[in-house]
Nanobody
Framework: QVQLIESGGGLVQPGGSLRLSCAAS????????MGWYRQVPGKERELVAR???????NYADSVKGRFTISRDNAKNTVDLQMNSLKPEDAAVYYC???????????WGQGTQVTVSS
């Protein structure tokens, strides 16, 4: 059974920082990419950042220069450092993992990020 364990969410003031972490465990296939998505009520789930096993990164335009994604392939973990947080960053953040052999996709339960004074 594959499990994605997310941590690091919480309440932060505008301009503050949070670091989200996701660890994959269980009988998971070979991971080819890991990333973070976010969703707020009434909107589609959107990509925040992703990183492949080869180090390629992709960021939403709204977070470029503020967020940094990193991963440890040996530990099957991915982190998202979020700086200069804005109220519009508030959402439920979901860890996402894509694998091959077998080819599959997994989602975390979600962790709440609240940006408010």
């Amino acid at each position: 059974q594959v499990q994605l364990i997310e941590s690091g969410g919480g309440l932060v003031q505008p301009g503050g920082s949070l670091r989200l972490s996701c660890a994959a465990s269980g009988s998971i296939g070979r991971i080819i990419s890991m990333g973070w998505y976010r969703q707020v009520p009434g909107k589609e789930r959107e990509l925040v950042a992703r990183i492949t096993s080869g180090g390629f990164t992709n960021y939403a335009d709204s977070v470029k220069g503020r967020f940094t994604i990193s991963r440890d392939n040996a530990k099957n973990t991915v982190d998202l450092q979020m700086n200069s947080l804005k109220p519009e960053d508030a959402a439920v953040y979901y860890c996402n993992v894509n694998t091959i052999l077998p080819r599959s996709e997994y989602w975390g339960q979600g962790t709440q990020v609240t940006v408010s004074s």
